[in-house]
T-cell receptor, first 109, second 114 residues
């Protein structure tokens, strides 16, 4: 079993829909990252969080440390949100990241 | 633009060859991380340097080596290349080596081994 599990693996939505991507992890962490990877390959850091909730524009990330679970929400989705979303955790023993397999999101107009 | 630069953007080479990938961290960042993204393994941590010293090692093959220079840029050397080494190689940087720092990713180098 991977240390970081994401669901779903693939997600197709219509423009305007509310989207949720989930991430569960099995190790103790100091922080959890949500990353976005566009078809060109570049990786952009969306959020780094260790507790609670963060919001940036239409994106919201939450984490429940006790349940070892995080969610990434996208409100009013748009075709430009189409990308791979990757959850990554930083263990308590260092600063290396361990990654989930990613969620491929496609938002159709 | 994260402020992290990587060169080259693309690299095509043959099996058995040796290549060097270069990374310049954001101004002021002392830590550099190298990651490999392949189709079958996903993203994996390779190695971390902090202020010139190796700080952590992950799933890095013995054929691969890295270093961080006094000006804080880093190089990842891949030798005796195999077809399976074809992947996207990312570097990231952060201010310190601690767990509280955000990592900023470079655009990646796409390596194709033929």
């Amino acid at each position: 079993k991977n240390e970081v599990e994401q669901s779903p693996q693939n997600l197709t939505a219509q423009e305007g829909e509310f989207i949720t991507i989930n991430c569960s992890y099995s190790v103790g962490i100091s922080a959890l990252h949500w990353l976005q990877q566009h078809p060109g390959g570049g990786i952009v850091s969306l959020f780094m969080l260790s507790s609670g909730k963060k919001k940036h524009g239409r994106l919201i990330a939450t984490i429940n440390i006790q349940e070892k679970h995080s969610s990434l929400h996208i409100t009013a989705s748009h075709p430009r949100d189409s990308a791979v979303y990757i959850c990554a955790v930083r263990s308590t023993s260092g600063s290396r990241l361990t990654f989930g397999e990613g969620t491929q999101l496609t938002v159709n107009p | 633009d994260s402020g992290v630069t990587q060169t080259p953007k693309h690299l095509i080479t043959a099996t058995g060859q040796r290549v060097t990938l270069r990374c310049s961290p954001r101004s002021g960042d002392l830590s550099v991380y190298w990651y490999q993204q392949s189709l079958d393994q996903g993203l994996q941590f390779l190695i971390q340097y902090y202020n010139g010293e190796e700080r952590a090692k992950g799933n890095i093959l013995e054929r691969f080596s890295a270093q961080q220079f006094p000006d804080l840029h880093s190089e990842l050397n891949l030798s005796s290349l195999e077809l399976g080494d074809s992947a996207l190689y990312f570097c990231a940087s952060s201010v310190t080596s601690g767990g509280a720092d955000e990592q900023f990713f470079g655009p990646g180098t796409r390596l194709t081994v033929l």
